[in-house]
């Protein structure tokens, strides 16, 4: 008998303000922002396979992600980056090995994208 599922649910970020932090990660994904703050402080943003949970009770300037928690998967890697950039968002590196490089949320996360 499996106790659990062999499967994560979600990953949850701390960030310090959830109705700007929802926003941002809606817009950068272009998801619908109409989905219900839970709690008035957790936003779950529905993604294919794992989703991203949005916290603003767990926020804590030491909380934040220094490394990446996940990553955002990509076909294409140049596009991508170049999608962040017009959308003024803050690299924290280049793209690297042809493959990935790294990205700063509002709330200065380290999230990763890679190429599939």
């Known amino acids: 008998m499996n106790i659990f599922s ?6 949850f970020i701390p960030v310090s303000n959830i ?8 817009d950068i994904l272009d998801l619908p922002t109409d989905g219900e703050i839970f709690f008035g402080h957790i936003y779950v943003l529905p993604l294919n396979g794992p989703n991203i949970v949005l916290d603003s009770k767990i926020y804590a300037p030491e909380n934040r992600y220094k490394v990446p928690a996940f990553q955002l998967q990509t076909d294409d890697i140049n596009k991508s980056y170049e999608y962040l950039k017009e959308k003024n968002v803050q690299t924290t590196t280049e793209i690297e090995n042809g493959h990935w490089f790294n990205f700063k949320d509002l709330d200065g996360n380290i999230i990763m994208v890679c190429k599939n």
């Open 6 to 11: 062999n499967s994560i649910g979600g990953v």
């Open 19 to 26: 109705e700007a932090a929802r926003d941002w990660y809606c």
